[in-house]
Each structure stands twice: as C-alpha cells, then as structure tokens.
Nanobody, 132 residues
Framework: QLQLVESGGGLVQPGGSLTLSCTAS????????IGWFRQAPGPGKGREGR?????????????KYVDSVRGRFTVSRDNAENTITLHMNSLKSEDTGVYYC????????????????????WGQGTQVTVSS
C-alpha cells in the first residue's frame, strides 16, 4: 500500500512562505499523478470536505491551481528525489488548514485531477497556519 508523507507545514505570518513536500518511502511516485488538497479548521468533514488546491500530472508537464492560489503557489516534482513539492508564497490567513497530498495511477500521463474521488492514496496531512 502506497504510504504518502507530507512535511513542511508550520506557523507563518501573512505574506510569508512555506514549502510543503510529499514523498513515499517504499514506492516510486513516478507513475502517480499528485493532487494537493486542504481542509479548513472546523468539525470533521472527512475527505469530501477537503478543497482542491493544485495538481501535477505524471509527466510533470501539466500543473493546475485553484484560482485563489494561482500565481502564489507552485507545484513541482523531482522524480530522482521521489518528492512532490508545493511552494507557497504570499500566504494569507485563508490559506490556513491541513494540507494533504494524494496520489493515483492509471490515468494518462497528462491527467491532473481536482476531485477527491480521483485519488485513493492519501497522506496524513501537515498543518499550515497563517497568522500574525
């Protein structure tokens, strides 16, 4: 079973930056398309309550972003390091939440998913708090 691990979360002031990483220890992520989702603070809503943030295709040639983060966040993948990275700049308070990476294989190499139902493999999440 693919086990994803997110890291890099923390507390940052508005306008600051963070870099999140997603990796897997026992499997190569090469054949997986990756999505980033976040869940805002509040009562447990389950996986369906997670909002899509970004995705990157297996090929790495296709990346997509939700409108609210476009121009501030950048997703990339380093297959040699088996890591997908989400660079987050100009952070805002509304970016606060638990960030999850998700992976799935079997789609076309340029597929970039934006729905939680497109992914069966999820990490445990990393907390990002943007506050002064």
């Amino acid at each position: 079973q693919l086990q994803l691990v997110e890291s890099g979360g923390g507390l940052v002031q508005p306008g600051g930056s963070l870099t999140l990483s997603c990796t897997a220890s026992e499997f190569t992520l090469d054949p997986y398309t990756i999505g980033w989702f976040r869940q805002a603070p509040g009562p447990g809503k389950g996986r369906e309550g997670r909002d899509w943030v970004s995705c990157i295709s297996t090929s790495g040639r296709v990346t997509k972003y939700v409108d609210s983060v476009r121009g501030r966040f950048t997703v990339s993948r380093d297959n040699a390091e088996n890591t997908i990275t989400l660079h987050m700049n100009s952070l805002k308070s509304e970016d606060t939440g638990v960030y999850y990476c998700a992976a799935e294989r079997g789609y076309g190499i340029n597929f970039c998913g934006s729905s939680t139902t497109a992914f069966d493999n999820w990490g445990q999440g990393t907390q990002v708090t943007v506050s002064s």
